[in-house]
């Protein structure tokens, strides 16, 4: 990698752990009570890392932002539900993004995202917690990650319409 590109993913990631640290204070439990949710404010750096950077690029943000928001606000437990929803999260809308504009929009996308790594954080805790059981937390995390990943779309949208317009031609 080049330095300037080194640099923009040092960026990002540090972006990111800010968002996840906001994102700690938000309250959102106190207005919707279910365990583990959250607003994936971070998520918007892989949104936008998705649509600007290479793959490779992306997932090294995605690794070390889990790692270190892992060391810094987290446990063991927390680092692999976030690295299995990232992962999951980041190769759904990779996927989806080859049809952006033709069938989905970024927003479609994000709301997939979020929907992925809801799915990878069950996984996880599959894993974790040794039981299947936890499968039955599922639908109630994909009709959250519907608001959830539209807040995160409707971001990143804004975020690149800016970028667009700052941009030097």
């Known amino acids: 990698m080049k330095a300037k590109q080194i640099a923009l993913c040092g960026v990002l990631v540090a ?10 204070m938000i309250p959102i439990q106190a207005l919707i009570p279910i365990a583990g949710m959250k607003l ?10 998705l ?13 070390v932002r889990v790692t270190l928001a ?9 680092f692999l539900f976030s690295l299995f929803g990232g992962l999951l999260a980041m190769v759904v809308m990779k ?14 996308i994000s709301i997939a995202g979020a929907a992925a790594h809801n799915i990878g954080q ?7 917690l040794g039981t299947i059981n ?7 995390l994909l009709l959250v990650s519907i608001p959830m990943g539209l807040v995160t779309g ?16």
Request: aromatic fraction near 6%.
């Open 15 to 24: 972006v990111a752990l800010v968002l996840s640290l906001v994102e700690k």
């Open 40 to 49: 994936g404010l971070a998520n918007v750096v892989t949104v936008f890392a």
């Open 122 to 128: 069950i996984g996880a805790a599959v894993l974790v």
């Open 70 to 78: 892992s060391v810094f606000m987290g446990s063991v437990t927390a």
């Open 134 to 140: 936890v499968v039955g937390y599922l639908p109630l």
């Open 95 to 108: 996927m989806l993004l080859y049809g952006q504009d033709r069938y989905f929009s970024l927003v479609g």
């Open 51 to 63: 649509m600007r950077l290479r793959v490779r690029e992306t997932l090294a943000i995605l690794l």
């Open 154 to 169: 409707l971001v990143c949208t804004a975020v690149l319409g800016h970028l667009e317009r700052i941009q030097p031609q």
